[in-house]
């Protein structure tokens, strides 16, 4: 089945407010003297129907960053503006409300329900947001995935890379604004990982989706349309239409100056 636009075609340097905007975004672990600043001045803006990856060595920040940007922790300072809407000041109801309708996330571990069936965990966002059950949406997005039979099955019964499709499925039910995946290879075999980010990639191409993805993996990095690279919380560059072998040179050059090789696996 081809993949579909639910949405009407947006361009991605144009035609409205970003899909995601940071404006001088802190966040500060502690306070005083010893507090530790994860984030230091983050401003970037990513385009609607765009997919970003997002790299940097063990405590970069790229966690928070995600996070922040998620709208699942709150700056310390600054704005994070979600479609246009300023999301920072929003209670913390609110904020659920709007996580469950206008954000995706894919995690590494899944994070689908054992107790529920394939269908019933793709079906999950619309049920926790209070929205009518799109069954027939669900299914479609089921064979978009190439689960079409298996919506009666549960978890347990289906393979690692199996299991994040149906969380990629999950994630776009709601039509969301923006997809936030955080390693979502991280568990997968190389095959798996590949078909997952394919996934990934056509949700962008072809249904518009915006998808911000943090990773370790160069290979991964390279499906999306720019890179961008995190140092002790500030950003410190961006890489377009990347390649597996320019990420991680960029990388080496990151861990190094971070002090140690080790930091390209965090």
Known sequence: MAWRRDRMDTERDGG???AI?????TRAHGRGASAVRALSGVDLALARGSFTAVMGPSGSGKSTFLQCAAGLDRPTS????LGGEEITQLSENRLTKLR????GFVFQSFNLLPSLTVLQNVLLPQRLAGERQDRRRAQQLLAEVGLAEHGSRRPGQLSGGQQQRVAIARALITQPEVVFADEP???LDTRSAGEVLGLLRRAVDAMGATVVMVTHD???ASHADQVLFLAEGALVGNLWRPDPQSVADRMMALTAAAGGFAGVAA
């Not at 905007?21 to 975004?25: F, G, P």
């Not at 600054?78 to 503006?81: C, F, K, R, T």
């Open 16 to 18: 409205g407010p970003p």
């Open 21 to 25: 905007e940071l404006r001088a975004v």
């Open 78 to 81: 600054g704005q994070v503006l």
């Open 100 to 103: 469950r309708s206008r954000i």
């Open 185 to 187: 290879t991280g568990a």
């Open 218 to 220: 160069p290979v991964a």
